[in-house]
């Protein structure tokens, strides 16, 4: 089994906020290989489903932790060990400030990079997992990126926030056969961001 956490906060306050883009793509994973309803699970909300791939359906584990973003590690943590998931087995989904609006990387292992639900989710499991970074950019000054990330995306943004999220469901059955490096160039396949001006992106001009 995998298990595809998306990182965001809950409630419907954050809901359009970039730190929920995790959120987003799970949810549209969700609805488009069909799984199941989403229940009350592991301190977050979880899904069931499964993806073709080349070896059979790969059963899948889908989670949103509702314990807010910096602490994803506790809901994250708990549905690994209650399943008894390898750290490798785990995917997280997440917006990273470092990739310019629209691109897309996949990356395993490695450090938090500032990002602190990341940090929160290594601390339970360790650093052995795979994630999943969708880009939203980065403000320009360090003392911005708190209102960056929890600001809504502007209305000109979903020219790529639709197309990438919609291209990471899409390109799932990549994704749960182990080929991270054919997901991510699917992705960006389906969901080109070399039209997307990062300085437009962040002021909302695109």
């Not at 502007?154 to 899409?170: F, G, R, S």
Request: charged fraction near 25%; hydrophobic fraction near 40%.
């Amino acid at each position: 089994m995998l298990l595809i956490a998306g990182l965001g906060n809950p409630g419907p306050t954050y809901a359009k906020t970039r730190h929920n883009i995790g959120f987003m793509a799970v949810d549209e994973i969700a609805r488009r290989w069909g799984f199941g309803p989403w229940r009350s699970r592991f301190q977050g909300f979880a899904a069931e489903g499964s993806v073709p791939t080349p070896d059979g359906p790969a059963k899948i584990l889908i989670l949103k932790p509702q314990t807010f973003y910096n602490e994803s590690g506790r809901a994250v943590g708990e549905a690994l060990k209650f399943f008894k998931i390898e750290p490798e087995n785990l995917i997280v989904f997440y917006d990273e400030i470092d990739l310019a609006p629209g691109r897309f990387r996949m990356k395993a292992g490695g450090g938090a990079a500032g990002n602190n639900g990341v940090r929160s989710i290594t601390s339970q499991v360790g650093p052995y997992y795979r994630r999943a970074r969708l880009g939203t950019g980065h403000p320009g000054q360090k003392e911005l990126v708190h209102g960056h990330v929890l600001s809504e995306f502007h209305k000109a943004d979903q020219q790529w926030v639709a197309p990438l999220i919609e291209a990471c469901a899409e390109a799932l059955p990549l994704l749960a056969a182990g080929e991270d490096e054919k997901y991510q160039t699917e992705v960006m396949r389906l969901a080109p961001a070399d039209k997307v001006d990062p300085r437009k992106a962040a002021r909302g001009e695109l």
